[in-house]
């Protein structure tokens, strides 16, 4: 189970970093295309924010898994493993998940609406928005899936079934 | 203190634990914020509806173009960052300014400025700076504070010079342009640069022992081979710089494309070096997507915090606080900038930028302070953040590649005068706003009209935001 999880989420963020690069190559190319063909396209540059909301929205769980995402470590670096552990149980079904099932509900009635008007962006030559939209709920519903995974896996460390790291160190910034 | 309900500040308590537990801070404040709010349902401070609106802030986070250029000013830096320039630079830098005493300290102040202008992350300066000079400097008996002291110190500098991350986040949550920005940033970034210069200057005058000359037999290159060396660096750096922060003050691109450019830029730079690889590309990818990731999600977890805060009247709670602060503009801001330094011990710049600063604006919107002025002192504050021992980013980075000769006491005590130095630059920027809006002046209004321009050809996705009342 964990593990199947950590499969599917291991795929989306690999979309992510492939969207960060495609991202970044099509900016750089609507702004030369701008000045040396004076060609200018909303729909390529619609296209750029939306792959944005991909690489964070889909790179978020995995960077869940990495745990990557900041703390404020001044109480919890100093604490136990057996103590972190317990910290990230507790977060995880009292934060983590009440938060993730909140926004994915309420970004599936945003996604819902927007998909049955068949919403298109009101530029001139635009893209149409509900599949963006449709990152929303599915970012954060697979947030939850990993949220699953962290739990399951750091309940086996504190039954001993299985060692874990929980060291934590900042991401470079 | 209670006239606006007790709700905002039981949130603001309810932050500070919240985030003390040391879950990820995204999550903490997403959960806070909906905790909150649905409490304040229930009191009656709004109704559901009022819920409602936190999909559309998200889709607002995910269609704004601004925030757009975070993945590639960050890919930009990775890529350079593995493409080894910073070896390159310092090198050269390195051996021209061998020969006096205190040069080796000038030449990593140097190189970590212009590394500052071209990459944008702390550790990837300190790194690099770190790995080379150190060794050097401990060979030829430079005193170790001193030297691990500037290393971290430059490697800090990106934090304020153009284009940094830090002040693409402070525009983006001021609500001021970039460029903007940016011109602010250039004077005190230059500040900056001239303090550091005029103290090591001043150690090699008096105590020029504890900063040597490198001995002729170091310096291997002379000449034409010198010359080379250095130009070899210099040439593409400036170069990169020019298409980044050239194109955004000329009015040619928007800040995320000249961050698209800079990025492709930094590919055909890689290249040229001959260092480039798939696994060089695909590394930065994956680690541009992480980094993206994790300052996103926290931008997300404060808006749903700072949502309901406002909703529950916490805007006007903390205006009414600020505004009892005696002495105006000036008792404002040293206030804030005690405060700020103090949380930056143990609180990362994405925090407080993401949390406090909304809290700030309306306060310093209503004592009628310049915000671009404000976003660069808060963010050359913020640099002390970094130095702070022994939390401090840029200790940490350094303490994690120096040579075990050099003892973590030394890294932290080197730290100290170095805090001071930025402080004092905080001072001078209270004191002398010119620094920050000479540059602005001259520069806006060839800005407003080219960039104005550029501005209307990008798409602004349609959002019917409920309006918030903020009480000003």
Known sequence: MSGLIDRINRYFAVVAAVLVLLSCLISAGNAASRYALSISSNAWLEIQWQMFSGI????????????????VDIIYGGRSDRTKLWIDVFGIIFFLFPATAMMAYMGYGFFETSFVRGEMSSNAGGLPLWPVKAILPLGFALLFLQGISELIKRIAALQGDERMAVSYEKPLQ | MLEYGYMAPAMFAGLVVFMLIGFPVAFSLAALGLTFGFIAIEVGYFDLSFMQAMPYRVFGIMSNDLLLSIPFFTFMGVILERSGLAEDLLEGVGQAFGSVPGGLAYAVIFVGAILGAITGTVAASVIAMGMISLPIMLKYGYDMKIGTGVIAASGTITQVIPPSLVLIILADQLGVPVGDMYLGAFGPSLLQV????AFIFLVATFQPHKVPALPPEARTLHGWALASKVAWGMIPSLVLIFLVLGTIFMGLATPTEAGAM???GAMVLAV???????ALLWSAMDQTMRITAMVLFILIGATVFSLVFQGVNGGRWIEHLLSGIPGGQLGFLIFVNVFIFFLAFFLDFFEIVFIVVPMLVPAAE???????????????????S?????FGFAL?????????EVKSRDIYLGSIPWIGLQLILVAVLIFWPESVTYWLGQEVVLDAATVGSTLDAIPMPELDMPTLDLGN
């Open chain 1, 56 to 71: 964070f929205l889909l790179g978020a769980p995995y960077v869940l898994k990495l745990n990557e995402h900041v703390r």
């Open chain 2, 194 to 197: 001239a303090l550091f210069t």
């Open chain 2, 262 to 264: 800079g990025a492709v």
């Open chain 2, 272 to 278: 040229l070096h001959r260092r480039f690889s798939t």
């Open chain 2, 366 to 384: 209503a004592l009628d302070i310049n915000l671009v002025w404000f976003g660069v002192l808060l963010c050359v504050n913020m640099q002390t």
């Open chain 2, 386 to 390: 970094f130095m702070h021992p022994p």
């Open chain 2, 396 to 404: 940490f980075y350094l303490r994690g590649i120096a040579p075990p």
